[in-house]
């Protein structure tokens, strides 16, 4: 179970799929055994890097009973909430908890909290009926500016006082509004935890005073970023900050523009660590070319990355 303040290294796995673009099923169950021996402090799926969006409500399920039924406990299993409506939300909520899922990463309800400001009221509803539905952990989601709403401190201070809701997953890739977050979240009469989304510099938004990450990058390179924080909450700055030089010019390559592309990107790191058979996604996402594929290899093995 996930508790209030949330910390730690969640990571955000991504989905490994045949080259028709079905999920991989056998190559899920072996994928997310990996995982749990990387001793994070949570998995999620049904998340952006898994193409949540691309799949059906079945898979997405199918997706939960399948990762439950390898993990076995190990290690707190989380789903993203994706929906159009707070009625819908809530519904997928009570859906997934009596499923056994340990908490939700609650993404915005698309187009509704697009375009700014949205009212703090609305989120507050919307996260609220969720938590009613489920009684778990939730995770709010703040995304890139203009992406969706942006958590204002008088909004993250509303939100904040549902219970269930345990952290923010700050990914705005701004670092002003990181430090507000941080600032805001540590002076709440109940503090959350804010874990930093913004794969292109992880350690440096710890070292602002995150508490941790849920982060797709950790899909790939789990146990190094596990240390990396472990480093950085418990002081060893040299070791974590000797992680990330190894480890950021792959998640600066792979979350560079157009970030969709971080995806296929990414899988295809996957494909070269011997983790996925192959780096297939779902159209409309398209592949890596050529030239990317050998750049990343490259910077792979230029980091001591690969044998």
Request: with cysteine.
């Amino acid at each position: 179970m996930l508790n209030r303040p949330c910390h730690g290294l969640i990571a955000a796995p991504f989905l490994p799929m045949q080259a028709d673009a079905s999920i991989d099923w056998p190559a899920l169950e072996r994928y997310m055994d990996w995982l749990a021996g990387q001793k994070p402090a949570g998995i999620a799926m049904n998340m952006d890097a898994s193409e949540v969006i691309a799949l059906t409500e079945e898979e997405q399920e199918q997706v939960i009973r399948t990762c439950l039924g390898v993990l076995k406990g190990r290690v707190p299993f989380l789903s993203g909430i994706v929906a159009g409506s707070t009625r819908a939300a809530a519904a997928k909520a009570e859906r997934y908890a009596r499923m056994g899922v340990d908490g939700f990463p609650v993404f915005p309800p698309f187009p509704t909290f697009s375009g700014a400001p949205v009212p703090g009221e609305m989120i507050y509803r919307y996260h609220k009926a969720i938590a009613d539905a489920a009684r778990l952990p939730i995770i709010c989601f703040q995304f890139p500016k203009g992406w969706g709403p942006d958590y204002t401190p008088e909004i993250l201070r509303r939100v904040t006082e549902i219970p269930e809701v345990a952290a923010i997953k700050e990914a705005s890739f701004d670092v002003a509004q990181t430090l507000s977050t941080i600032e805001v979240a540590a002076g709440l009469p109940r503090p959350i935890g804010v874990l930093t989304g913004s794969d292109t510099f992880i350690f440096e938004a710890m070292m602002m005073g995150c508490n941790g990450a849920l982060i797709g990058f950790a899909g790939g390179f789990t146990a190094e970023l596990v240390a990396m924080n472990e480093g950085v909450q418990g002081g060893d700055i040299a070791n974590a900050r000797a992680i990330w030089q190894k480890l950021g010019p792959i998640a600066r390559f792979c979350w560079r523009p157009p970030i969709r592309d971080f995806r296929p990107r990414m899988k295809e790191v996957l494909r070269l660590q011997g983790l996925f058979p192959q780096a297939a996604v779902r159209e409309p996402q398209l592949g890596v070319d050529e030239a990317e594929r050998a750049e990343i290899r490259r910077l792979m093995l230029a980091n001591g990355l690969l044998p």
